[in-house]
């Protein structure tokens, strides 16, 4: 049977595109202290790390986790590594509830960092394959394709794209951590950025940038004990599905449609657009943001657009979509996922501070990953769950 | 969903072992480094030994390496094996599939699923395995000399030989009692019969290591099926029930600690009850760490070791550990033990491990 | 039909010199050793450690105390490595050790010049050889060889220094490079060499799955919703339509191709899945969704087995196909 598990505390580092300051470890650390302090816990209290992040190659190290024992507090205790491609955060940080959901540890660190800048994430993404030919074009010219899909079938206006980055930016600009933070970015600016792999636009593409999160997960009886709030987990879920098949919908992949009703049905959640306060979703390339609303459940499949042309994904709309900025504002690639977790339990733990969503009760955090192929949600309360 | 108040665990969520099916150990294999070749036949054997089919599962997870494949995301194309429409729920770990084991079994314990498919693959023929596996170590300071595994293995072997925790002839008699054993394994890659003075006439190839010492390069995949111990008894008849499973990691610092002994098993076999195991399947591609994972776990000579050969007769990576599995579990469900316990290993000069004890469900 | 010939395969090597920063207590060991100074760390239990650790293995706490240390010490553990790998310090059979040198309670993993096994033993003393022009990474020391060894012992080959981080002069070392090298053997499944053959041929075969008996061209690993090898051959015609597509328009590292061009997935008649290829012969902005295509290939005698046989795709002219008709495609 399923016990109930909070998140106590997160942390993360403060995300540019090249952190020339600290090693690998340094980056991880500077995440897991402030999370440590966040959830008041020493290294006496973590009874096991669970860590994630994207490819090796990124970073040219073989399973990092090996060589990051000692500087994770690892050693003597268990430690595991999740690998699901983009999604990895997400997942990694619901690996890390389940075990103290089953009641096998306490306390769990987990940790997902990128530090791309040491190699290049492009080349990473794009390394030739004998026999193959190579018109991969990175990430933007995989996904570019699919978003002129969705303009095609749902008819939204050229602009929605351009209001979701401006909108991102902008709440960047109030997240200390960011990596970048545009206060004054309007939607004209960004539709007069050059354009990268028609439709997207560069101020519609996420950074590349090197970042670190962490989470201190406890059971229910560290969660009633933490002074200031936890963010209760009310439910998880994670779904795949390969990459190319005959009918796949790239648009509104049918693994995303799944993980979302699995969720909203073990959270109790009838109507998300009315009981979710608050929403961290994985918006890389801004059209992601109306595609996402619909895979997810938010709004009918064809309409996402229509509630962020009308500003309800602002601030101060009705669903907050990403007001810490998103990952159009930060991406170390491994982490993201994390990011997006945390963020929601930030919400709820009402420590969002000039992002935080007014009363913000239930928050969702999201994560996807290969070709729209990997999914990993969860739902967050400040109250515990039934 | 509905939580437990008490936090206690319920005995039918445990998981058992229900079914193992593993590739041909070889030393390379035709197919490609996603491992689908091996995996599609694998799989359907396990399907058809449990009859269970992809619908019956609930949970999916894997172990497999970017850096053995030379790709990276190459576990992606793997997925294309399982037929993965309608999607599933499923995960990954970038280890040996032991360890996705290990998530799979957490994962029925919170009572979300009651069966779970885990499987592992990997094809070290592609690259130059012991140079890949430098990549394992500390990257300022140690893999920019890029220390091949067997070296670092046999840094260890030294230690223990000079230091009188283990003979030469400690050595060949693992060698030779896994060879002889493999012939009984139609998958194994290695197998025959050698005296231990055959064996220590053979010349070092990295001294102070002979070729018998070091496991072979293997291709290779595995799958185990898990399920919780209410269902597993209605999928096969004698079920492993998995009693306790627990794994810990030591500094990588390899000039910092000792390495004659493991430290991590020691730990991870003290929190489980190791005692009275019949067989245990080791994970210890060098066979000086046999000796060192017999001493950690305090297995008694009336214990039998790796009956299947163990990774000495065939080593495929990442799948390795979750075969070790597999095998042990095999006994227990044919009825030849009735407790049994596996390990697996990570990283180098066994930086990493994990242990598993199984017993016939009642 | 079956082939019989053995799975096509080539080498595929991957190669990036990865630039590391490497933060303070790392930053140090490497500015000493371009100063040819060898200095450890203190950790909780009061062992120095060469070389250094950022995070103490027992407590986990960030360590910085700095002690230096000898040039000299003592062989712990030795192994012999007969045949070196690319990269190694030494590039002829040499010995690998674990070094605890004066003043470290920690051993250090490094390579000692010794021309055979017989000629080293542990407790044997070794010392430092520095590479000639130091940098600020751990291949500054070349290799250590017997202490007593003579000065002038000619070097033996080594593996080629790695690339200096920038840096200007008097400043400390932040940054080291190491550049990684693998290579593989990468082979395609049996479908796929079936499917890459016909190409050299100038065919398109696709496979049809036995359970779902879509076409898939080119071939996945098995059929990916069923499982299953696909194992029936259908020829395709080379003509199809986009279904969609997008513009690249920006240069990045490891592209082949000149911006401006069309990426579109194609859909050729026959098959179930698109693949991405490019598209030309027109404007990029007179390209649409479910316009018509053919391919254009390339002469004769410069094919292979890939599909760089097709050049690109080009409009056929014709009508475009109804959205309808590829809707189920996006």
């Known amino acids: 049977m399923k016990q109930r598990a909070a998140v106590l505390g997160t942390g993360q580092t403060h995300h540019a595109a090249k952190r020339t300051d600290v090693s690998m470890a340094g980056l991880l650390r500077e995440a897991i202290d402030r999370a440590m302090t966040d959830a008041r816990v020493g290294w006496d209290d973590i009874d096991a790390v669970v860590i994630g992040k994207a490819p090796d190659l990124f970073e040219g190290v073989m399973m990092p986790e090996l060589y990051l024992a000692d500087a994770l507090g690892a050693t003597g205790k268990p430690l595991l590594r999740v690998h699901t491609a983009g999604s990895v955060g ?47 074009a990175g990430a933007g010219g995989y996904f570019a394709p699919h978003v002129r899909s969705y303009i095609r079938r749902s008819g939204a206006p050229e602009a929605v794209g351009a209001m979701v980055a401006a909108k991102d930016r902008r709440n960047g600009s109030l997240n200390p951590y960011a990596h970048l933070q545009q206060a004054d970015l309007t939607v004209e600016q960004v539709q007069a950025s050059q354009m990268l792999w028609d439709p997207i636009r560069y101020d519609e593409t996420c950074p590349s940038s090197d970042g670190a999160c962490a989470m201190v997960i406890g059971d229910e009886a560290s969660g009633d004990a933490a002074a200031d709030g936890v963010a209760w987990i009310h439910a998880t879920s994670m779904r795949t599905e390969p990459t190319t098949f005959a009918g796949r919908d790239q648009v509104n992949p049918q693994a995303g449609r799944d993980a979302a009703t699995q969720l909203w049905h073990d959270a109790g959640i009838t109507d998300p657009l009315s009981e979710v306060d608050a929403a961290e979703i994985y918006v890389p390339f801004s059209w992601f943001e109306p595609m996402w609303l619909e895979n997810l459940g938010f709004m009918p499949e064809g309409e996402g657009w229509k509630l962020t042309e009308s500003g309800e994904t602002a601030l101060d709309g009705q669903l907050p979509v990403n007001p810490s900025g998103g990952v159009l504002c930060t991406n170390p690639i491994g982490a993201s996922g994390m990011l997006r977790m945390s963020e929601a339990a930030k919400q709820v733990m009402g420590k969002a501070g000039d992002y935080q969503v007014d009363g913000a009760r239930k928050a969702v955090g999201h994560a996807y990953g290969g070709g729209s192929q990997y999914f990993a949600l969860w739902l967050v309360g400040a109250e515990k769950p039934e | 969903m509905s939580y437990s108040e008490t936090g206690s665990r319920g005995g039918a969520t445990r998981p058992a072992v229900v079914g193992f099916a593993q590739s041909d150990c070889v030393r390379r294999t035709q197919g490609t480094t996603n491992g689908v070749e ?50 599933i729920n499923e995960s990954h770990v970038e280890m040996d599939a032991a360890w996705a084991l290990y998530e799979a079994w957490v994962k029925i314990r919170t009572g979300e699923v009651d069966t779970a498919l885990v499987y592992g693959f990997g094809k070290s023929s592609a690259g130059t395995l012991r140079r890949v596996l430098s990549l394992q170590t500390d990257p300022y300071t140690v893999a920019p000399l890029w220390p091949d595994s067997i070296s670092i293995a046999a840094l260890q072997a030294r230690l223990g030989l000079e230091s009188g925790r283990w003979s030469e002839k400690d050595m060949a008699e693992v060698a030779a009692r896994s060879l002889a054993d493999a012939r009984d394994n139609p998958q194994a890659q290695r197998s025959g019969e050698a005296s231990v003075a055959d064996l220590l006439d053979a010349p070092l190839t990295a001294d102070p290591l002979r070729a018998h010492d070091i496991a072979p390069i293997t291709d290779g995949a595995s799958v185990v099926i898990l399920a919780a111990a209410d269902r597993a008894r209605d999928i096969v008849s004698r079920p492993a029930l998995i009693t306790g499973i627990e794994h810990r990691v030591d500094s990588p610092v390899l000039g910092a600690r000792d390495l004659t002994r493991s430290p991590s098993t020691e730990m991870a076999g003290a929190s489980l009850d190791v005692g009275d195991v019949d067989v245990a399947e080791l994970h210890a591609p060098f066979t000086h760490q046999e000796l060192i994972l017999r001493d950690a776990l305090g297995l008694g000579d009336g214990v039998r070791i790796s009956p299947s050969g163990g990774v000495l007769a065939g080593n495929p990576m990442f799948s390795a550990g979750l075969a070790r599995i597999g095998e042990a579990a095999r006994r227990v469900m044919a009825g030849d033990a009735d407790r049994a316990l596996a390990h697996a290993t990570s990283g180098p000069a066994l930086q990493q491990n994990l242990v598993a004890v199984m017993e016939a469900q009642s | 039909m079956t082939t019989e010939a053995p799975p096509l395969s080539e080498p595929l090597e991957i190669h990036f010199d990865y630039t590391r920063s490497l933060g303070p207590v790392l930053g140090r060991f490497m500015t000493g050793l371009a100063q040819r100074r060898i200095e450890g760390v203190t950790g909780s239990d009061g062992r ?148 890459l053959r016909a190409l050299g041929e100038g065919k398109l075969i696709g496979q049809r799955c036995p359970k779902c008996e879509k076409v898939y061209l080119p071939p996945r690993g098995a059929c990916p919703t069923d499982g299953v090898p696909t194992t029936t051959e259908v020829e395709l015609p080379d003509t199809g339509i986009v279904t969609t597509f997008c513009i690249v328009n920006v240069p990045f590292l490891g592209q082949q191709i000149t911006p401006p061009y069309v990426v579109a997935y194609i859909l050729l008649d026959g098959a179930d899945i698109a693949f991405l290829h490019l598209v030309r012969g027109c404007e990029a902005d007179e390209v649409r969704m479910g316009m018509r295509v053919r391919a254009q290939w390339r002469p004769r005698e410069e094919w292979e087995t890939s599909m760089r046989n097709i050049a690109h795709f080009e409009p056929s002219g014709e009508a475009d196909a109804p959205y309808e008709s590829y809707a189920h495609h996006l």
């Open chain 1, 90 to 136: 997400g997942s990694t940080s619901i690996v890390a509830a389940s075990l103290v959901q089953s009641g096998e540890h306490r306390r769990v660190l987990t940790v997902a960092y990128e530090k791309q800048s040491e190699s290049n994430a492009m080349w990473a993404l794009s390394i030739p394959i004998p026999f193959n030919m190579p018109v991969g």
């Open chain 2, 38 to 87: 091996m995996l599609v036949p694998t799989l359907a054997e396990a399907f058809e030994q449990t009859g269970l089919s992809k619908s019956d599962i609930g949970f999916w997870c894997s172990g497999s390496s970017d850096y053995l494949a030379g790709r990276a995301f190459s576990f992606i194309s793997a997925v294309d094996a399982i037929g993965a429409f309608p999607p």
């Open chain 3, 48 to 195: 120095v450690h060469v070389p250094p650790v950022e995070y103490d293995p027992v407590t986990a706490a960030p360590l910085s105390e700095f002690v230096e240390v000898d040039q000299e010490g003592t062989v712990l553990t030795w192994s012999w490595c007969a045949e070196p790998v690319a990269g190694q310090p030494i590039q002829r059979p040499f010995a690998w050790a674990l070094i605890r040198l004066d003043g470290a309670d920690t051993a250090l993993l490094h390579a000692v010049d010794v021309e055979a096994p017989d000629a080293i033993h542990t407790g044997m003393r070794v010392r430092v050889r520095w590479t000639d022009e130091p940098v600020g990474h751990i291949r500054d020391i070349a290799y250590f060889v017997p202490a007593d060894a003579p000065d002038d012992q000619p070097p033996p080959p080594t593996s080629p220094a790695p690339p200096a981080a920038e840096r200007a002069d008097g400043t400390s070392v932040d940054t080291m490079i190491t550049p990684i090298k693998l290579g593989y053997d990468h082979t395609v499944s049996p479908e796929e060499s079936r499917y």
